[in-house]
């Protein structure tokens, strides 16, 4: 059972727009974007607009695309679940953490967790797949203390700044996430159920991060 927490996913709504659009024109939030960032802010607007939008008619969607909340701070990142295959149970995850003065690593492996119960308590799911850039350790490293395994590595397969980086492939299985979570209960049911501010977050981190 997730525990309760200031932290939260729900669903992107239109009144998000503004907020995502702002993050999206960051250069420091489209440095982790994966693949090519929109190029103007129309197109960013056009973009945001298609993640948003909603159809009636298609029960059974293919990606899920939430906004990472918080009683504090209000709207803090976004979750991006794609290529979902209901029968196969598996999902590839993008997540981004917008406010800029919170892109540390508590607030990331909140985010994270939140993220890794919605995919195998919510949705059932049995596989949940990552694509990290190699300088975006913050981030794999704390896919790896959860239990997920590095698969793949896509040698010079992004360009930032001028440079070639390798991109890493990640998987994590329902049971490696359960037997974290159970290895580590304590730990993160103290991480996760207290406020995350710029004070907590300069702290050490919790065993588990360490």
């Known amino acids: ?17 503004d907020t995502v659009v702002s993050w ?16 103007s802010p129309r197109q960013i607007r056009e973009t945001i607009v298609q993640m948003l939008g909603r159809s009636a008619g298609q029960t059974v969607p293919g990606a899920l695309y939430l906004v990472i909340d918080s ?4 709207p803090i990142g976004m979750l991006s679940l794609q290529n979902i295959s209901w029968r196969n149970r598996a999902c590839t995850l993008d997540l981004y953490i917008g406010q800029k003065h919170l892109r ?3 607030v990331a492996a909140v985010a994270f967790v939140r993220a890794m119960e919605y995919c195998f308590e919510e949705l059932n799911l049995h596989r949940v797949g990552a694509f990290i850039y190699a300088f975006n350790e913050r981030s794999w490293r704390i896919l ?3 239990g997920a395994v590095r698969e793949l590595v896509l040698p010079k397969h992004v360009a ?5 980086h390798d991109v890493y492939g990640y998987g994590l299985l329902r049971s490696e996430f359960e037997a974290f979570k159970a290895k580590h209960a304590r730990s ?11 004070r907590r977050a300069s702290e050490t981190a919790p065993e588990i991060l360490s």
């Open 24 to 39: 999206m024109e960051d250069p420091d939030f489209t440095q982790f974007l994966y693949g090519d960032p929109a190029r």
């Open 1 to 17: 059972m997730a525990v309760k927490s200031k932290t939260f996913l729900r669903r992107a709504e239109r009144e998000d727009l």
């Open 104 to 106: 540390n690593r508590l």
């Open 160 to 164: 930032r700044d001028g440079q070639l």
């Open 188 to 198: 993160i049911e103290n991480l996760i159920s207290s406020t995350v501010d710029d």
């Open 144 to 146: 790896e203390k959860s």
């Open 71 to 74: 009683e504090e701070h209000g």
